[in-house]
T-cell receptor, first 114, second 109 residues
């Protein structure tokens, strides 16, 4: 079966711009969660969506937002980009999220802000 | 103090050695995950544990819920095992993974 697909793989943006990243989960999975990975902070939880509803949000500013569509595909958006937003953004899909359900990760989108 | 602590941060081994990576956590969890990340970024889920022990090939993962501690063991290590190993916990009822900082393993031939 197809894995988790993240697009694009690489992205270079200028400070102040906005960016939208996409994540297509495994067919049948209804939970999509997003994570930011930086060398300094490691992996940090951004938010989780289940059946088009955001169930949990990490400690990130409001410039970070997301949504999930009826086909479970999810997008995350970062507005007014800052240099510190340069990171690897990973999404993970799960049947239902939370304990007891495993996660399958995408390959990530590497965002560079210049 | 981080909610999930891993040790060691870096580990260098010779091919064939037995390897242990440790993870301690301070929050209530519904499950603990061991993840592998190769250069390039992709993450592979190795194990999900809520109790006891699991084995897959040369990899063994154990968890002690009372002591809030888990270990990942690699038997007969091989250079292809070189990667970053990350411990993550599902905080009970929160649909949110909390991660350790990772252990960078290098296995030399």
């Amino acid at each position: 079966k197809a894995g988790v697909t993240q697009t694009p793989r690489y992205l270079i943006k200028t400070r102040g711009q906005q960016v939208t990243l996409s994540c297509s989960p495994i067919s049948g999975h209804r939970s999509v969660s997003w994570y930011q990975q930086t060398p300094g902070q490691g992996l940090q939880f951004l938010f989780e969506y289940f059946s088009e509803t955001q169930r949990n949000k990490g400690n990130f500013p409001g410039r970070f937002s997301g949504r999930q569509f009826s086909n479970s595909r999810s997008e995350m958006n970062v507005s007014t980009l800052e240099l510190g937003d340069s990171a690897l953004y990973l999404c993970a899909s799960s049947l239902a999220g939370g304990g007891g359900y495993g996660y399958t990760f995408g390959s990530g989108t590497r965002l560079t802000v210049v | 103090k981080n909610e999930v602590e891993q040790s060691p941060q870096n580990l260098t081994a010779q091919e064939g050695e037995f390897i242990t990576i440790n993870c301690s956590y301070s929050v209530g969890i519904s499950a603990l995950h061991w993840l592998q990340q190769h250069p390039g970024g992709g993450i592979v889920s190795l194990f999900m544990l809520s109790s006891g022990k699991k084995k897959h090939g040369r990899l063994i993962a154990t968890i002690n819920i009372q002591e809030k501690h888990s270990s990942l063991h690699i038997t007969a290590s091989h250079p292809r095992d070189s990667a970053v190993y990350i411990c993550a916990v599902d905080q009970g009822g929160s649909e949110k993974l909390v991660f350790g900082k990772g252990t960078k393993l290098t296995v030399n031939p």
